[in-house]
């Protein structure tokens, strides 16, 4: 099985928006509950776009079929999709600030079988050749053991609070090379 990564376009959004929902509802049973799943995939998860406009977002396929996708941003935002932000975000530093890795998500059916980790090592490398040297990301609770066998250590918990009135928790995590 091998996998390989393109970067995304606008093209790509409607199914990557499909496998974002079914990442989260598939992934997600038991660190979250069904109200939350559906609040956060309203509300938080979905393409960020502005990934796209800076090439920094990519798809994992496996023999031509969308199995994951993944991003690293050299803006401010943490985490969230197109609908959880109102405004471009300002560029970091690559000498004083991280790069941020974001918006990750895997179909479930390949789940566990080196998608998200190929997608992060792509990420780190591209940053890194952008001149980041430090990266943070947002987890979700089922990301947080990938993040952790990478090499991402826990900085913050952060209960983000939805429109609706869910919390969702997310774990703000850093990686330094």
């Not at 996998?3 to 995304?8: D, E, G, S, V, Y």
């Not at 690559?94 to 974001?102: E, F, G, M, N």
């Not at 001149?131 to 947080?144: D, H, Q, R």
Request: glycine letters at 10%; hydrophobic letters at 35%.
């Amino acid at each position: 099985m091998q996998i390989t990564t393109r970067l995304a376009t606008f093209e790509d959004v409607p199914r990557l928006n499909e496998l974002i929902a079914l990442s989260v509802r598939g992934l997600s049973t038991g660190y979250y509950t069904p109200n939350q799943i559906e609040s956060a995939i309203k509300y938080v998860f979905g393409v960020d776009t502005q990934l796209i406009i800076d090439c920094t977002y990519y798809v994992a396929q496996i023999d031509g079929t969308s199995v994951g996708c993944g991003g690293w941003s050299k803006r401010n935002t943490l985490y969230g999709g197109d609908q959880h932000k109102e405004i471009e975000d300002p560029l970091l530093d690559p000498q004083q600030d991280a790069a941020r890795i974001r918006a990750f998500f895997v179909h479930p059916a390949y789940a566990r079988r080196g998608v998200g980790r190929h997608i992060i090592s792509v990420c780190e490398t591209a940053a890194q050749s952008n001149g980041f040297s430090n990266f943070e990301l947002g987890a979700t609770l089922p990301g947080v053991p990938l993040y952790s066998a990478m090499g991402y250590e826990t900085i913050e918990r952060i209960d983000a609070h939805l429109p609706d009135g869910e919390l969702l928790g997310i774990v703000r995590m850093r990686k330094v090379i």
